[in-house]
């Protein structure tokens, strides 16, 4: 079982960029999935909580919304680092 993801986890994050691929990924990530989730054939016998992971949902949303915080904090430390 996997854990919900942490602020204290981007640690090793120190520059703008490295955030900014990780965000691209996981953005990426999140439409893949809604993607899959939407256009998955139902069978009669299951509903769609048993084949798809709802939980997944959160977890990118939860670390997007820590890389967007994470990003904001070093942009105000250092607002030279500022991407066009």
């Known amino acids: 079982m996997s854990k919900l993801p942490k602020f204290k986890d981007l640690a090793s994050f120190t520059t703008i960029d490295a955030i900014d691929s990780e965000i691209f990924s996981f953005q990426k990530r999140l439409f893949e999935l809604k993607i899959s989730f939407k ?13 798809s992971k709802p939980h997944l949902f959160i977890f ?24 066009v």
């Open 39 to 51: 256009t998955k054939t139902r069978n009669k016998n299951s509903n769609w909580v048993n084949y």
């Open 60 to 83: 990118i949303k939860r670390k997007l919304a820590h890389l967007k915080y994470k990003r904001s904090i070093l942009l105000r430390q250092n607002p030279t680092n500022k991407i």
